[in-house]
């Protein structure tokens, strides 16, 4: 019967190093895909602040700085900066269909105005003509009328 029981123990230990050994090859898995997430996610981030070269100053309020502050802490951005010009970047992404919509109207819009500056040109140009036309006429009446009478 010691024998049986040396067995057991013996496959019960066995069984623990195996369920060890599992979750500690489970737990390298997830580090590592946590690591290969962080490095893409820096790789994103790094692209999209390379293209930076518009300086703005901005006012926020309390809750937007303290996620601000929160991107800082949990060390995905050096500055408050970086995290806000990467926010912005993300949002002008998410937004892509009313952008597009926006650039529709504003392209509408300029050649409303183009059109505009046209006729505007024009009126410019055939008032200045009839002016002149009006006046020389008032001029060729009034000598008519000064002319002495033989």
Do not use: Y
């Not at 518009?54 to 006012?59: A, H």
């Not at 597009?100 to 006729?119: F, P």
């Amino acid at each position: 019967m010691a024998d049986n029981n040396t067995k057991k123990e013996s496959t019960s230990k066995d069984k623990e190093k195996k369920q060890h050994k599992a979750f500690d090859d489970f737990g390298d898995q997830v580090e590592k895909f946590a690591v290969k997430t962080a490095e893409s996610i820096r790789k994103v981030i790094d692209r999209a602040l390379a293209s930076r070269n518009t300086v703005l100053t901005i006012r926020v309020n309390d809750e937007s700085n303290k996620k601000l502050n929160m991107l800082v802490e949990a060390g995905l951005f050096k500055s408050r900066s970086e995290s806000a010009a990467f926010l912005i970047e993300e949002g002008i992404k998410s937004q892509h269909a009313l952008f597009a919509k926006i650039t529709d109207k504003l392209e509408k819009m300029e050649k409303i105005r183009e059109e505009l500056k046209v006729i505007v040109t024009k009126e410019v140009e055939v008032k200045p003509a009839k002016t002149t036309e009006s006046k020389e006429k008032k001029s060729a009446q009034s000598t008519k009328k000064k002319k002495p009478s033989r």
